[in-house]
Every structure is written in structure tokens, then in C-alpha cells.
């Protein structure tokens, strides 16, 4: 039987990404989570460690934990969370740094669809991103280099709705709106340009597709 996670392996496990499920940690702690099954590295640099299938059960359901080895060294702090701008936030950081972050988030992203699939396929969106509506297709709109939307002013916006599996984009550039609905698309997600009923304004439902 296999045995469980350290304490500090959880730690480092519940420490992850909400997002994309990206590990900080030592080199030892992720190379033993990667041992166990429950991250992986990706390929291409900087090369981040995110969590797996059964890394991400684990974070959901992570049962009682084993006493810490007095060997191995604490997770380390995180310097925060990574969160996809959904439009409107103030004081958003931006940047080089930024980019990185958010291209690096994606790539995890894909490797989870990847790895979530019995085809390996990347195409479409995986269970994280249907229950993590909005902050699935900012993440999408954010790493193909759309604008979201200040505290005020032009760009993207996207909103949860009352209908089930779907996020609303709203962006006052029609032009705008129409490339939105199409990163959306080509992200693996259907998309349908509305009309608001009362001020007519255009607006773009979105739902990740499952074939």
C-alpha cells in the first residue's frame, strides 16, 4: 500500500495554484511529489512543477495526513496566488512578470487538459475549467493578450450567469467583443453574441464545449 503524503508534502499540495495547480517548493519536496504521481514538471521552461490528476484529489479530498518527517524541510511561503483578471479589478499588477505568470498558468492549464484526457488532446476544456467558469475563460482571453477591463474604461469584463456551464463577456469595443468570442473558440469554448433587453448592448455567452 502506498503510503501517504507528508505533512509537509500537503502543505505544499494545498499550497497549490487554484488555478493551474502550480508547486512551490524545494527541489527534493517536488521531485517527491512527482515521485508519488501527484505533480509533474512541465517540459518547457521555467520548467514549474503543477499538480496531477491524483495531486488534485488529493487537494479536495486530502484525508488525514502522515506526522511530518523531522528530516525534510517546511514548504516555503508563497508570495501569493495566481488569479486570472476577470475585468475591473484596481490596482492590477502589470508587466513582464505578469506576462510570465499568465503564460505560465496556461501552459499548466493545457497540461491538464492533456493529462485529463484518455486521447491526450488539448483542445477542449477539462472538469477544472467547467466548474471554474470564469476564471477558465479570463485565464484564456488574458495569455491570448486581450485587455480586461480597469475600475473603469474599455475592455474585457466577464460575469457568471444564471444559466448553467456559461460566463458572460462583455467589452464596449465591438470589435473587441467579436476577437474575444474568437480566442474563446479557438480556446475550446462555444460562444453566441446577445443583446442585453433593456439597454440593447451586445454582450458574448460563452460555454465550454465537450466535443
Not at 508534502?9 to 524545494?26: C, E, F, S, W
Not at 488574458?142 to 467589452?171: D, F, L, M, N, S
Amino acid at each position: 500500500m502506498t503510503r501517504p503524503p507528508t505533512a509537509a508534502q500537503r502543505r505544499i499540495v494545498d499550497a497549490a495554484d487554484p488555478v493551474t495547480g502550480r508547486l512551490k517548493g524545494t527541489e527534493a519536496q517536488l521531485a517527491a511529489l512527482v515521485k508519488r504521481g501527484l505533480a509533474f514538471r512541465h517540459p518547457r521552461p521555467p520548467r514549474d512543477h503543477f499538480l496531477t490528476p491524483a495531486g488534485h484529489r488529493l487537494r479536495e479530498d486530502p484525508g488525514p495526513p502522515e506526522p511530518a518527517d523531522r528530516a525534510e524541510a517546511p514548504a516555503p511561503a508563497t508570495s501569493g496566488v495566481f488569479a486570472a483578471r476577470i475585468g475591473g479589478e484596481e490596482g492590477a499588477e502589470e508587466g513582464p512578470a505578469r506576462l510570465r505568470e499568465v503564460h505560465s498558468a496556461w501552459q499548466g492549464l493545457l497540461e491538464l487538459r492533456r493529462m485529463t484526457r484518455p486521447d491526450g488532446a488539448t483542445g477542449l476544456p477539462c472538469g477544472w475549467e467547467r466548474t471554474h467558469l470564469v476564471q477558465a475563460a479570463a485565464l484564456a482571453l488574458e495569455a491570448a493578450g486581450h485587455r480586461p477591463a480597469r475600475a473603469e474604461g474599455g475592455g474585457y469584463r466577464i460575469r457568471a450567469t444564471p444559466q448553467p456551464e456559461a460566463v458572460a463577456v462583455h467589452e464596449p469595443d465591438p470589435a473587441a467583443l467579436r476577437a474575444c468570442a474568437a480566442t474563446l473558440e479557438k480556446a475550446g469554448w462555444q460562444t453566441g453574441e446577445h443583446a442585453q433587453p433593456r439597454t440593447g448592448v451586445r454582450y458574448v455567452l460563452a460555454s465550454p464545449r465537450r466535443t
